[in-house]
């Protein structure tokens, strides 16, 4: 019922995807995306795979915002919720802590489960 996704489908240099790669995987993650008929969440981990989810479902980047636990309710019925990635710039930093990240999936769970 929830997928959890990233933008691209393999690690890029560095870690961190370029538009042509992002561009380049859009249609495999649209394509999983229709392929997934029971699906009603999709995870987003940081705001790279936000925008990837955005596009490879044709919906204007200005309707949902990113932001960490934000959980968007998008005009076909699927809910986007967003975590910041976790990298271990985020994790190092504390940008991101282990309750935060637990808290994006008791959420997804607690609504999967009414």
Not at 6 to 22: D, L
Not at 35 to 52: C, E
Not at 104 to 109: A, D, G, K, L, N
């Amino acid at each position: 019922d929830c997928r959890i996704t990233n933008a691209v489908r393999c690690v890029p240099p560095e870690n961190k995807p370029v538009g042509a790669e992002i561009r380049a995987c859009n249609p495999f993650l649209s394509e999983e995306i229709a392929d997934l008929p029971k699906l009603q969440v999709i995870l987003a981990l940081g705001g790279i795979a936000h925008n990837a989810v955005l596009d490879a479902l044709k919906v204007k980047r200005s309707s949902a915002k990113f932001g960490h636990a934000a959980d968007h309710v998008l005009e076909n019925g699927l809910r986007l919720v967003d975590s910041y990635h976790c990298s271990r710039l985020n994790t190092n930093t504390g940008r991101l802590t282990p309750a935060m990240f637990s808290g994006v999936f008791e959420t997804i769970r607690d609504s999967l489960n009414s």
